[in-house]
Nanobody
Framework: QVQLVESGGGSVQAGGSLRLSCRAS????????MAWFRQAPGKEREGVAR???????SYAESVKGRSTISKDNAKNTLYLQMNSLKPEDTALYYC????????????????WGQGTQVTVS
């Protein structure tokens, strides 16, 4: 059974940085796509960045140039480095994953973490 556990959220001032982590277990790294989503109060969950099993990466326009997604297969951990944070980045950030070639639609992902809160003031 796949388990995803996020950490690294917190409260920062605008312009600051955070690195989110997602520890994963119970999956096959060679076929697994992983992604970061976020959901602000009253808004739909939106994709932030994803990394395919072959290493291909894509970002939402809203974070492109400010965020970096990466994966350490040896540690079974997904990361999201976020820089130049803005108040509009405030949201609950989720790690998600699934087997195959993925996209940025939340409905595609069968596995989710519990979320970690990011607050930018």
């Amino acid at each position: 059974q796949v388990q995803l556990v996020e950490s690294g959220g917190g409260s920062v001032q605008a312009g600051g940085s955070l690195r989110l982590s997602c520890r994963a277990s119970g999956y096959t790294a060679s076929t697994y796509c992983m992604a970061w989503f976020r959901q602000a109060p009253g808004k739909e969950r939106e994709g932030v960045a994803r990394i395919e099993s072959d290493g291909s990466i894509s970002y939402a326009e809203s974070v492109k140039g400010r965020s970096t997604i990466s994966k350490d297969n040896a540690k079974n951990t997904l990361y999201l480095q976020m820089n130049s944070l803005k108040p509009e980045d405030t949201a609950l950030y989720y790690c998600a994953g699934g087997n195959g070639y993925c996209n940025m639609r939340p409905s595609w992902y069968p596995n989710w973490g519990q979320g970690t809160q990011v607050t930018v003031s």
